[in-house]
């Protein structure tokens, strides 16, 4: 199975704050990753997929990028509505597999 | 707009068997796959499986933790998709979500919607 690292688990950041979330897979993926956003007791919330294609009605702040097995999730200018927790997912091959979840908090 | 609604969660003994329904509105069903994820109580996502459209053959992908107790189908007259558990084990407990599954290009499927979940308890 692949395994997805995903760091950091826990990052506390201000409102306006730059921040960036890393999604490592232990074997190459191609662009198969997508990541989510998840708000408790709420279902996950598709934000981009194939890596860097942001889903329609999401904000332009998120963006996603790769390079090799890594991936990266950026959020350009973290608004109130952001705390949440993040998930990386690989849909490079069964079974999919997803990251721990990194979980942004307000500081 | 798609709607996908499940239902058919609740408290069940170890062993028993519980069958999941996922009502779906909004889009065409028969030409989309579906696939079931699932969160244990504090924990984090986990896929359950996937199936196919006709198109493709409506076949059947699993993980390994339930391969072989769940089987999941679809009803495209009744636009519902179906997650049959038998033998459930404690660790079965989880809020169960219902997908709809698209093909990005000639490359993979990415779930971009999805329902608000049920809960499912195993429990003596």
């Known amino acids: 199975d692949i395994q997805l690292t995903q760091s950091p688990s826990f990052l506390s950041a201000s409102v306006g704050d730059r921040v960036t979330i890393t999604c490592r897979a232990s074997?190459?993926?191609?662009?198969?990753l997508a990541w989510y956003q998840q708000k408790p007791g709420k279902a996950p919330k598709l934000l981009i997929y194939?890596?860097?294609t942001l889903q329609s009605g999401v904000p332009s702040r998120f963006s996603g990028s790769e390079s090799g097995t890594e991936f990266t999730l950026t959020i350009s200018s973290l608004q109130p509505e952001d705390f949440a927790t993040y998930y990386c997912?690989?849909?490079?091959?069964?079974?999919?597999?997803f990251g721990q979840g990194t979980k942004v908090e307000i500081k | 707009e798609v709607q996908l609604v499940e239902s058919g969660g609740g408290l069940v003994q170890p062993g028993r068997s519980l069958r999941l329904s996922c009502t779906t509105s909004?889009?065409?069903?028969?030409?989309?796959?579906m696939s079931w994820f699932r969160q244990a109580p504090g924990k984090g996502l986990e896929w359950v499986g996937f199936?196919?459209?006709?198109?493709?053959?409506?076949?059947?992908e699993y993980a390994a933790s339930v391969k072989g107790r769940f089987t999941i189908s679809r009803d495209d007259s009744k636009i519902i998709a179906y997650l049959q558990m038998n033998g459930l084990k404690t660790e079965d407990t989880a809020v169960y979500y219902c997908?709809?599954?698209?093909?990005?290009?000639?490359?993979?499927?990415?779930?971009?919607?999805w329902g608000q979940g049920t809960l499912v308890t195993v429990s003596s």
């Open positions: 199936i196919r459209s006709k198109a493709f053959g409506g076949t059947t």
């Open positions: 997908t709809r599954v698209l093909l990005v290009g000639s490359g993979t499927y990415y779930p971009f919607d």
């Open positions: 909004g889009f065409t069903f028969g030409d989309d796959a």
């Open positions: 194939a890596a860097s």
């Open positions: 997912q690989q849909l490079n091959s069964y079974p999919w597999t």
């Open positions: 074997q190459g993926i191609s662009s198969y």
